[in-house]
Structure formats: structure tokens, C-alpha cells
């Protein structure tokens, strides 16, 4: 039993070895090559391409991370408040001497 089992793996490990050593066989034949007129349109079409490419603009990228895992938009930051706005707050129910 053992020395089938030594067979067995002896075999998974060949099998690879094997594999590399095989002859490299094209089966898609190459076909014909292209005319002038279809290379010339071929040319005309990537010339259109890349113009088209060129057209459009650049999407600004977002600096949110987590953007597309938020249900809700973010929330915009508070407004700053001015330093004449805010008043100094004194305590109540302290007597002032």
C-alpha cells in the first residue's frame, strides 16, 4: 500500500515536469494579411480615436477615501465665527467683589 501510495505522488509530481517538456504547437493558423485600403482605415480610425480621447476632460479626484461607503453626502464643516461675534460668558450666582 505504501509503495502504491509512493507511485501516486510520484506521478502529481511528475505531471508538471512533464507538461513543461511538451512540443509548443500553434493551432490558430496565421491568416491572411491586411490590404493597403484596410491598414490606411485602420490608421483613420486610431487617428479618430485619439482625438476623441483628447476631448474629454479630466475628472477632478475626490480627497474622500470612504466617499463611496458613506449613504449620505458629508457634511460641510461649520462657519467660523468672528472674534467680535463671541462675548466672554462670566458666571451666575457668584458674588463680584
Request: hydrophobic share 35%; no cysteine.
Given at each position: ?9 510520484l506521478a ?45 476632460p479630466d ?14 453626502p458629508p ?23
Open positions: 500500500m505504501k509503495l502504491f501510495r509512493m507511485a501516486a505522488v502529481v509530481l511528475a505531471g508538471p515536469a512533464y507538461a513543461q517538456e511538451a512540443p509548443h504547437i500553434n493551432l490558430l493558423q496565421d491568416g491572411p494579411g491586411k490590404s493597403e485600403d484596410e491598414k490606411a482605415a485602420d490608421a483613420e480610425r486610431d487617428k479618430a480615436y485619439k482625438e476623441t480621447l483628447k476631448k474629454i475628472a477632478k479626484t475626490s480627497n474622500d477615501p470612504w466617499g463611496g461607503m458613506r449613504s449620505d457634511k460641510q464643516p461649520a462657519p467660523k465665527a468672528s472674534a467680535a461675534s463671541t462675548t466672554k460668558k462670566t458666571k451666575t450666582g457668584a458674588a463680584a467683589n
